[in-house]
């Protein structure tokens, strides 16, 4: 199986900040990763696919890049509706599989 | 507007079975993979299962096979995950999502709570 681990788990910033959250896969899925938001008791939302392209409505803040092992996401010019969970995902291979999470909370 | 609802969360007790249902409406379904997604209390997300448009081909994760069955029915826009042999450590909201393949999970349902306990 593929293992997926993000960093940091969890993450202090203000309003108005830029943020970048990590993804790292065990073995290389090429761009088959994909980024989730999660706010409380809420379902997932997809945000990135193919590593780097938004679905469709989701805001440019929001940037993903990467290929082959390493990862990253950027959400730029904090509001307080982007402080969640975010998730990465790779689908290259059965079991998919997600991070462990990092939490983004208002310092 | 692709909506996908799921029902048939509920308690049960260890070595119980239930059936998890999800409508799909809003899309072609039959045209679409599907899967679904648990996440237990306070914990990260784990997908479960996946299905191909005519229910051909199923994957699931090791921790579900023997027990859980992902199926789906074209003529009702629905898929379903039949869990048998539930233990507690499938205490989780079940998440059903559209899979569209280079995009991945594009759209959630709100999801459905199973509880495993005695």
């Known amino acids: 199986d593929i293992q997926m681990t993000q960093s940091p788990s969890s993450l202090s910033a203000s309003v108005g900040d830029r943020v970048t959250i990590t993804c790292r896969a065990s073995?290389?899925?090429?761009?088959?990763l994909a980024w989730f938001q999660q706010r409380p008791g809420k379902a997932p939302k997809s945000l990135i696919y193919?590593?780097?392209s938004l679905q469709s409505g989701v805001p440019s803040k929001f940037s993903g890049s990467g290929s082959g092992t390493d990862f990253t996401l950027t959400i730029s010019s904090l509001q307080p509706e982007d402080f969640a969970t975010y998730y990465c995902?790779?689908?290259?291979?059965?079991?998919?599989?997600f991070g462990q999470g990092t939490k983004l909370e208002i310092k | 507007e692709v909506q996908l609802v799921e029902s048939g969360g509920g308690l049960v007790q260890p070595g119980g079975s239930l059936r998890l249902s999800c409508a799909a409406s809003?899309?072609?379904?039959?045209?679409?993979?599907m899967g679904w997604v648990r996440q237990a209390p306070g914990k990260g997300l784990e997908w479960v299962a996946n299905?191909?448009?005519?229910?051909?081909?199923?994957y699931s994760v090791d921790s579900v096979k023997g027990r859980f069955t992902i199926s789906r029915d074209n003529a009702k826009n629905s898929l379903y995950l039949q869990m048998n042999s539930l233990r507690a450590e499938d205490t989780a909201i079940y998440y059903c999502?559209?899979?569209?393949?280079?995009?991945?999970?594009?759209?959630w349902g709100q999801g459905t709570l199973v509880t495993v306990s005695s």
């Open positions: 995902q790779q689908y290259t291979s059965y079991p998919y599989t």
């Open positions: 299905i191909n448009q005519d229910g051909s081909e199923k």
């Open positions: 073995q290389g899925i090429s761009n088959h």
């Open positions: 193919g590593a780097s």
């Open positions: 999502a559209r899979d569209t393949g280079s995009y991945g999970f594009d759209d």
């Open positions: 809003g899309f072609t379904f039959s045209r679409s993979w």
